[in-house]
Structures are given as structure tokens and as C-alpha cells.
């Protein structure tokens, strides 16, 4: 037995091209529980938080940008291997090649939107949950 907890958040494609109610749906299904949700915007403290990793690379300031700029949804999502399942359900970062039935394969078409974000590892999730919901 592996419960875990991750950090999820629909992003502002998502949220804007009304996508919020079928994304929690698949995580339910599944058998994962949302512990957590908040509809709101993303702070550039936060967002700088976030993605601290990529800082420097070309697509940084854009990334910043878009996940800046219209509504998110955050949620803590936990259960049985939780953070590789929400991996597993949202399918690879560029929507070109996410597999049909993920969420990214199903809801998105380029890199620059790609609907959802999900912690990669137990590690990153519990940083992440602190960065969006306090320790
Ligand atoms: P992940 O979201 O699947 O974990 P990461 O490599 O951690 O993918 O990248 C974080 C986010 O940065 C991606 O979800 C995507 O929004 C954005 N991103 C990554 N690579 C590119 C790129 O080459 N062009 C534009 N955006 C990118
Ligand atoms: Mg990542």
C-alpha cells in the first residue's frame, strides 16, 4: 500500500474551455480522492514557485505567463499511488502525443496549453501542496 497525496490543478485552457467537470470526473472514477479544490488564480509568486525548475529555459516566461493568466482550478488529490496515477490519467506533457483517453490527449493540442498539471513524484507534491495551500 502506497497512499499518497498529489497536487493537481486544471489550467487556465482547461478551466476556460469548460473542461473542470469531465477532469474531476476521470479523477473519481479512478478511484482517487480530491481532498482539496480551490477555483482562483495562480500568483506569480506562486506560478515562480511552481516551476522554479524551468527557470531559464526558452518557454519560462511563457509558461509563467499562461498559467498566469485566467482562472485554475487547485486540488490535493491522495490515494493508492496517487501521484503516478494522475500521471497516468493526465498522459504526456505535449498534447500531440498524449495518448487518446488521457486527459492531455483528449482536452489539448500544443505544449503551450496543456490542460493539467500534476506533482512528478511524492517529493515535489508535498513542496507543491505547500506552495499552493500552505504547510
Ligand atoms: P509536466 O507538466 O508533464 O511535468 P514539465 O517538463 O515539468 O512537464 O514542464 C512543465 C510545464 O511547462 C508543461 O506542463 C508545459 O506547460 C510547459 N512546457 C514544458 N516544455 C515546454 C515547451 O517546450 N514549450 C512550451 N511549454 C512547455
Ligand atoms: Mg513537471
Redesign the pocket.
Known amino acids: 500500500m502506497a497512499i499518497e497525496k498529489t497536487y493537481n490543478m486544471i ?1 487556465p485552457d482547461g478551466v476556460r474551455n469548460g473542461h473542470i467537470g469531465e477532469i474531476i470526473a476521470r479523477i473519481e472514477r479512478v478511484g482517487l480522492t480530491i481532498e482539496r479544490m480551490e477555483l482562483g488564480m495562480v500568483s506569480a509568486e506562486e506560478a515562480k514557485a511552481n ?1 522554479a ?2 527557470e531559464g ?3 519560462y516566461d ?2 509563467i505567463a ?1 498559467i498566469t493568466s485566467g482562472p485554475v482550478v487547485k486540488m490535493v488529490v491522495s490515494g493508492e499511488n496517487a501521484v503516478a496515477t494522475m500521471r497516468k490519467l ?1 498522459g ?2 505535449n498534447p500531440a502525443e498524449a495518448a487518446p483517453g488521457t486527459i492531455r490527449g483528449d482536452f489539448g493540442l500544443t ?2 496549453e ?1 490542460v493539467i ?2 506533482s ?1 513524484s511524492v517529493e515535489s507534491a508535498e513542496r507543491e501542496i505547500g506552495v499552493f495551500f500552505g504547510a
Open positions: 489550467k516551476y525548475e524551468h529555459k526558452s518557454f511563457g509558461l499562461y493526465m504526456a506533457t505544449m503551450d496543456n498539471h500534476g512528478d
